[in-house]
């Protein structure tokens, strides 16, 4: 979070999250980055992944990791022919090709005004 005089900037991967507290209600900054089709953000993580060649079970990339987004996590980028031929007996693994990393760590960034009189806190957790 970049909290300037005039403006908020807010990034975010994974399931990291940020909440501001403007005149006593909250506004979410972030969106969880997760490959499940239950919001528009998670049909678009889901398509990424698959368009990456790997697929989403069960809410997981892969069958695994429950975030779409993320630093670290080799397996799922450099590695990510290991852990193909670590699932092979997979169903899904058998028609995967893992091209593209299925898990990357391009954050989402929203910058909105602030509102100095309104604004009362930032909330981060993760």
């Known amino acids: 979070m970049l909290v300037r005089d005039d403006r908020l900037v807010c990034a975010n991967v994974g399931d990291s999250r940020a909440l501001?507290?403007?005149?006593g209600r909250g506004v979410e900054l972030t969106v969880d980055h997760r490959p499940v089709g239950t919001s528009?953000?998670?049909r678009q993580e889901m398509q990424r992944v698959v368009n990456a060649g790997g697929?989403?079970?069960g809410?997981?990339?892969?069958?695994i990791l429950a975030v779409s987004r993320a630093f670290g996590d080799?397996?799922?980028k450099g590695g990510r022919f290991d852990l193909?031929?670590?699932?092979s007996e997979e169903p899904l693994a058998k028609k995967?090709?893992?091209k593209d990393p299925p898990v990357v760590p391009t954050p989402d960034v929203l910058e909105i005004q602030r509102e100095v009189d309104n604004d009362e806190w930032l909330v981060s957790f993760f």
């Open 59 to 63: 809410g997981r990339v892969c069958g």
């Open 20 to 23: 501001l507290i403007r005149k």
């Open 55 to 57: 697929w989403s079970v």
């Open 96 to 98: 995967a090709t893992l």
């Open 40 to 42: 528009s953000k998670g």
């Open 84 to 87: 193909l031929e670590d699932l």
């Open 74 to 76: 080799y397996e799922f």
